[in-house]
């Protein structure tokens, strides 16, 4: 009798998917954890020269970039931790105004004031090197910046967590609804190092544009492409099969690999490359790798997930 | 514009329970309905080029007031037309022309002192063109002693392939009527002078004639991407008959289109920056202050494809099988999801409506530290957001078990799309 009283049970019980749980426990939750730590080291610095802090925590954000669903959604934490791109040259305007505000108050600043890029301009762009007040609103913003990191991570820890691992509730319906956000955060994720880390230095042909790369003050333009490239990996080896993982792994090896033989052309940090013809087409080659990565998800691992595309926040203009 | 939808690429396979015959009807409904907002679209817009022409004719404050008027009715059925973006490539292609923003005004007319000059992004930010006859642009020497249709859309629209660079369609002729909104985030639109279009010894802001003759092209032009819109989806059209050609891919685009213009688009990129911003320019109608309507319309838009009826701006209705009744018949409970989730999506954007109409201007909502108005204006992302999570269910509901989710066209090669 309880034999088929426990049978009867199984099918409705919620046994979470084995993917949800290690994309948490390996990938999503530490990530998110290296994060605080990297802001905290970054609050937590007694002056000004903090590059070498402000590096860790950009790496520890673009690795964690991809995410963007639940936490960082509420409140537009990511947002103000990281906004980018900026056409419109929002962020020197925000900071010049920050910078005549004797006591600013950066949580209720436009974001463009706030976070990791804001902070770029502070301690890498020549315009803002001797400016009044840098010191204390770098100060001001890695705080600031903590602060929303520790929000992410908390948000995850107390309630995500639980919401993604344990579906059938509001958000995600079950399981699959689940997946599709993981799916769908790993392919966004490779759109957005297509389109925007390098196709917005791309440019055209005639017309490439070097001032567009993300983060080209402090040089990180193509270590971001290849430090996300690695972290989107880690979440596709997640998500995939037995079957697919070896065609996984090794169209991510090529598109690293590919970012690895652009790092070896001189100049090739901050992406301004672009603007030489024999150079720029490694620089498309890697895109096209990336591209295709993107095209065999689709067709592969969309499907063996049984998951749709989905929307994302980049199908607008 | 941007011209790929690499994110966009629903893949989509038509379910057998509703097998051909409902699927075509759906989409004729579809098709009619982007037929009648458009032609509505087209009828307003020349109703606004005639108010234009006597603007120009006899400059005077009523004149000038009655083409506002006619703009704003002009958006009213335009902007109901969005939801055909994203989905069908014939649209895309072209709306850049018509509803480009934002833009750099400092590009067509004078602007204030605080605008500055050019940008990182943006060489010609301030050029000026109605004050500057011939110019150099990207090396190249451009004589616009004669402002044309043909000069707007061919050379100086994306100028530099700077999209802020835009030069021509309803925002282009809003900021000619209304001028630049220098409020902040104060009370009160832009506020041209009836003078800057006056003859004679009072203009004012100089090259008046030049200023009324951009204004008259960029409202023709208007009217002739209305008319070659309207086209596209008649009986014989080109847009119509790719919607009809694949049922599989024309209830994708249907369902595209919902999708990407509630979220990555309104949601995101004009209501959401904004809030994040606290930038009064980052209004969709910000010399107007009309970006309420903008927003409110496009919901409608969302919400009358799929229940597949619309009320005309004379008052007919154009209807008939909808998408409404396709998803019922493979899951009642998520129609009742869906139709909900668009209700309360329009009350969202009524509220951020009644209260802009009311005195509380959207650019005020957008001010840092106004509570009341992030949550208005958040009330009506998040509703956007809701929305979208049930286009996605249905786009998975409708689908069938076992059948490969096929690549996309626009991931493989994304310039097929377009053709």
């Known amino acids: 009798m309880k034999f088929v009283f426990a049978f009867m049970l199984a099918p409705t019980m919620a046994f979470a998917d084995p993917r949800i749980d290690v994309a948490l426990d390996t990938h999503i939750l530490p990530r998110f954890a290296a994060l605080t730590d990297a802001t905290a080291a970054l609050a937590a610095a007694e002056s000004c020269e903090v590059e070498e802090e402000w590096n860790t925590a950009a790496t520890a954000w673009i690795g964690v970039s991809h995410l963007r669903f639940g936490p960082t959604e509420i409140d537009n934490r990511a947002f103000a931790l990281a906004f980018w791109p900026d056409p419109r040259g929002a962020t020197p305007k925000s900071l010049a105004a920050l910078l005549t505000d004797d006591a600013p108050a950066i949580s209720d600043a ?9 902070m770029e301009f502070l301690l890498f762009d020549p315009a803002f090197a001797n400016i009044e007040g840098r010191c204390d609103l770098i100060a001001d913003i890695a705080n600031d910046a903590h602060l929303t990191a520790l929000a992410i991570q908390s948000d995850w820890e107390d309630r995500y967590d639980a919401v993604l691992r344990s579906t059938g509730n509001e958000i995600y319906r079950n399981d699959t609804e689940a997946l599709q956000e993981l799916y769908k955060a790993l392919t966004t994720g490779l759109d957005f190092t297509s389109d925007m880390r390098l196709g917005r230095p791309l440019g055209t042909f005639d017309r490439p544009r070097p001032a567009r790369a993300e983060m080209r003050r402090s040089g990180r333009s193509l270590d971001n492409v290849r430090v996300s490239l690695t972290s989107l990996e880690e979440l596709a080896l997640i998500l995939a099969g037995e079957e697919l993982m070896p065609d996984v792994e090794a169209r991510f090896e090529k598109a690293i690999d590919q970012a690895g033989s652009v790092a070896s052309v ?22 096209q790798r990336v591209v295709e990565l993107r095209a065999f998800l689709s067709q592969d691992l969309g499907p063996e997930l049984g998951v749709i595309e989905g929307f994302n926040s980049l199908d607008g203009d | 514009m941007k011209k790929t939808l690499l994110t966009t690429a629903l893949t989509f396979v038509a379910p057998m329970a509703f097998a051909e015959g409902h699927a075509q ?98 060489e010609f930010a ?21 402002i044309t249709p043909d000069f707007l859309e061919g050379q100086l629209h994306e100028a530099d392939g700077v999209e802020a660079n835009v030069a021509t369609g309803y925002h282009a002729i809003e900021f000619l009527l209304w001028g630049q909104d220098l409020n902040g985030h104060g009370t009160g639109a832009g506020d041209r002078a009836w ?82 911003l606290n930038d009064p320019e980052e209004e969709h109608s910000c010399f107007a202050d009309n970006t309420h309507n903008d927003h409110y319309y496009d919901g409608l838009g969302v919400q009358n494809v799929y229940l597949g009826s619309y009320t005309r701006i004379g008052g007919t209705v154009v209807s008939g099988a909808s998408m409404a009744d396709l998803v ?92």
Request: with cysteine; hydrophobic share 45%.
């Open chain 1, 110 to 118: 436009s974001v463009a004031g706030r976070g990791l890029y804001a």
């Open chain 1, 266 to 287: 001189v100049g090739s940090a901050d992406l301004s490359i672009v603007e030489n013809v024999a150079d720029r087409i490694k620089v498309e080659a890697l895109q």
């Open chain 2, 25 to 122: 009807d759906v989409l004729n409904t579809y098709a009619n309905i982007a037929e009648a907002k458009y032609q509505d679209s087209l009828i307003t817009a020349q109703t606004l080029q005639a108010a234009i022409d006597v603007l120009i004719a006899d400059p005077s404050e009523a004149n000038l007031n009655a083409a506002k008027s006619a703009w704003l009715a002009a958006r009213v059925p335009y902007q109901q037309t969005e939801v055909y973006r994203f989905g069908n490539a014939i649209v895309d292609d072209w709306e850049g022309k018509v509803n480009a923003w934002p833009l750099d005004e400092g590009l067509i007319d004078y602007v204030d002192a605080s605008y500055g000059g050019p940008t990182d992004e943006n």
């Open chain 2, 126 to 146: 301030a050029l000026n063109v109605i004050a500057n006859p011939t110019f150099t642009l990207s090396g190249q020497d451009v004589d616009a002693t004669s």
């Open chain 2, 195 to 276: 003078t800057d279009y006056a003859m004679g010894d009072d203009c004012t802001n100089g090259n008046c004639d030049r200023r009324g003759e951009y204004l008259k092209a960029a409202t023709d032009l208007l009217v002739a991407d209305l008319e070659w819109m309207v086209g596209q989806w008649g009986q014989d059209g080109g847009a119509r008959a790719e919607i009809m050609a694949d049922e599989t891919a024309g209830l994708s685009a249907m369902l595209t289109g919902m999708g990407s213009l509630s979220y990555g688009e309104v949601a995101g990129e004009r209501m959401r920056l904004g809030v994040m």
């Open chain 2, 328 to 419: 019922a018949g493979v899951d009642p409970a998520l129609d009742a999801e869906m139709r909900n989730r668009l209700s309360a999506t329009m009350r969202e954007l009524g509220d951020i409506k009644h209260a802009a109409e009311a005195g509380f201007a959207y650019d005020m909502m957008l001010q840092a530290g106004n509570a009341e108005g992030e949550d208005l204006i958040m009330g009506g992302v998040n509703a956007f957001i809701d929305q979208t999570r049930s286009i996605e269910r249905i786009v998975a509901a409708v689908g069938v078990d076992g059948i490969a989710i096929e690549g996309s066209d626009s991931l493989d090669d994304p310039e097929a799309v377009f053709q």
